[in-house]
């Protein structure tokens, strides 16, 4: 019966079957059929040197540690952590310095910190971090925060409620891998939350978060007295926000008076300082990309005159100055992605997405137009070249596509049994990883090369 459902489902997807154009490269590879009953439904994919760990299940062992060099051989489970068929479910992957660190729930201990050297003996328990027994749980992305590498460290934070007497709060960690360099670095529950984001630079770890007294750009080297909120950023007022993006400065969106402003620090108070004035960032940027020295980022506004909302591409080196858009559109701006040298993004319209490049300058940015129906998501760069999805709620189907930054080289190259949420992948190397349903095999471990 799976077999005959297996055809049929082959044979639809056939019929909406997209492919490369005359001169393609290559097209998606199955890596490994790892549940041949159903799909393993592979996640958290991450690489770590020359090998990619997930989270898979297949239908024997439950949702277990695996890994993968690229080929069905090299692709197998590292180890049963939680036996008799019962899921440790691993997740929270992060490669530190070349070695994996993820929380996983053995049984005995609940979730808990691990690493993994890609071996069976190697993948061990770093410390039992909440001590009570199988029903301890870490809860290791607060507030959306996933655990961050800073050079041969993880920096975590942990959700916590102890009895909460006086509601949730938030504790923060740090690990070099070993039991005794594994402690926590803020009193209990200092902070009530914190925000979406948190990044490296320097060798520390900057992270915005909110309490009581509390509010504002936190910074840490690992240390308990080397743990303390950047007294010059406290006048930021009600939030702040990270961008995912800085080279040698740490750049954040911090608001006044209602309004987001762009702010810089490397790390010292007297750095610490706004590049925009209030009212000049209409939106509050949430996407930006790193390229050329330069920083680039969403932002727009509303025209009342036009009754539209109007788009814009920002860059900044650093500088009042240099910090300005080089692009104003109408629509709605998307992701922002660097790859090859280019940026991409997308715009709304009232009726579509368009795909843009840019080259960082205004001369340089171009609208590449629409491919595709629908809308351009989970933008990876893997090599010079940039990969996304589109999803066809139509046909229930969703095609990977690629784009080397012109119109003739984006293309899709091949269609997958949808939907996308939740889309799971990884730039490895020269290659993409993903999970994707053939309509055959499942949810399974996939590769392409642009």
Known sequence: MRRLLAICAAVGLATLMVSAPVGATSEPTLVKDIK??????????????STLFFAANDGVHGNELWKSDGTAAGTKMVK??????????????????????????????????????????????????IPSGGLSILSADVGGVQPVAVGSRLFLFNSVCRACPFGEGSDLYVSD????????????????????????????????????????????????????????????????????ASGKNLYFIAYQSGQPRLWKTNGAAASTKALTTGGTLGWDPREAAFMAKRVFFDSGYWDSALGESIAQLWKTDGT??????????PGGLGWVRASGGRLYFNVSSDISWQLWTSDGTAGGTRDMGQFGAQRATDPMAVGGDLCFTEMDWNTGTWALWKSDGTTPGTY?????????????????????????DDGVHGQELWNYTP
Request: net charge negative.
């Open 80 to 129: 049963n952590i939680r036996p008799y068929g019962k899921n440790s479910d691993p997740d929270n992957l992060v490669n530190v310095n070349g070695m994996l660190f993820f929380t996983a729930i053995d049984g005995v201990h609940g979730r808990e910190l691990w690493k993994s050297d890609g071996t069976k003996a190697g993948t061990v328990m770093v410390k039992d971090l």
């Open 320 to 329: 009042v100055a240099g910090t300005k858009p080089i692009l104003t559109t």
């Open 177 to 244: 891998g070993t039991a005794s360099g594994t402690k926590q670095l803020a009193p209990d529950q200092l902070f009530s939350s914190v925000h979406s984001r948190a990044a490296a630079l320097d060798g520390k770890l900057y992270f915005a978060t909110s309490s009581e007294t509390y509010d504002g750009l936190w910074v840490t080297d690992g240390t308990q007295a080397g743990t303390h909120i950047l007294a010059s950023v406290s006048v930021v007022g009600d939030s702040i926000d990270i961008l995912p």
């Open 36 to 49: 041949p009953t159903g799909g393993s439904n592979p996640t958290s994919l991450t690489a770590v040197g």
């Open 412 to 436: 899709p190259v091949r269609s997958f049994v949808g939907p996308t949420e939740e889309f799971q992948q990884a730039a490895f190397g020269s290659k993409l990883f993903f999970a994707a």
